[in-house]
């Protein structure tokens, strides 16, 4: 566990690729149960696909070498790819992936970050497919994914739709309502 926390912690500090091949290498090198190596790693992605300092291309490569990557993973990877400088359908390929290994089950954060993907590509067909899950998941009344839903349609142009799920949610914070 000491192991583990020390390494849990070089990442947290960690400011470069170089250092974070190096963290890595180290997590290759030591011996521990499979739980620790595989959050160890699992942090390591997170870096890569989330830091300004990360690698989204190791991040995958990492990644595809998981056997059953956890949800950590997974958003980790599906929010890299949709901050990527180059924006493309991956984080919504990953999704799919996902559903169709049927584990983990995505989360309100997954939905909420394929959504975003949906709306910097204007991939609508696709975001109407991650809204239907959504509705069929019961995550249709998180304020997170109410509000990636909104902006999706906002972005896809779709104003009509954008407003009237806007007008569905039931706790609007620090909205202010319109009133007819």
Excluded at 25 to 43: D, E
Excluded at 58 to 75: D, G, H, K, M, V
Excluded at 94 to 103: P, Q, T, W
Aim: glycine share 6%.
């Amino acid at each position: 566990m000491e192991e583990e926390d020390g390494i849990a912690l070089l990442i947290k500090k960690c400011r470069s690729m170089r250092v974070l091949r190096q963290i890595h290498a180290r997590l290759l090198t030591q011996s521990m149960p499979i739980a620790s190596f595989s959050l160890g790693l699992c942090k390591i992605i997170g870096f890569c696909a989330l830091s300004p300092h990360g690698d989204i291309d190791y991040a995958r490569r990492l990644f595809s070498q998981i056997r059953s990557p956890n949800i950590f993973c997974w958003n980790s990877m599906i929010k890299g790819y949709s901050q990527s400088q180059t924006p493309s359908k991956e984080p919504v390929i990953l999704f799919r992936e996902m559903v169709k290994r049927g584990y983990p089950n995505p989360n309100t954060y997954t939905m909420a970050f394929v959504l975003k993907a949906c709306s910097i590509v204007s991939a609508m067909e696709e975001g109407q497919q991650v809204h239907a899950s959504v509705l069929k998941s019961g995550f249709g009344s998180s304020p997170f994914v109410e509000t990636a839903l909104v902006n999706f349609y906002a972005k896809c142009e779709d104003i009509v739709l954008a407003r009237k799920v806007f007008d569905e949610i039931t706790e609007k914070f620090g909205c202010l309502e319109h009133h007819d």
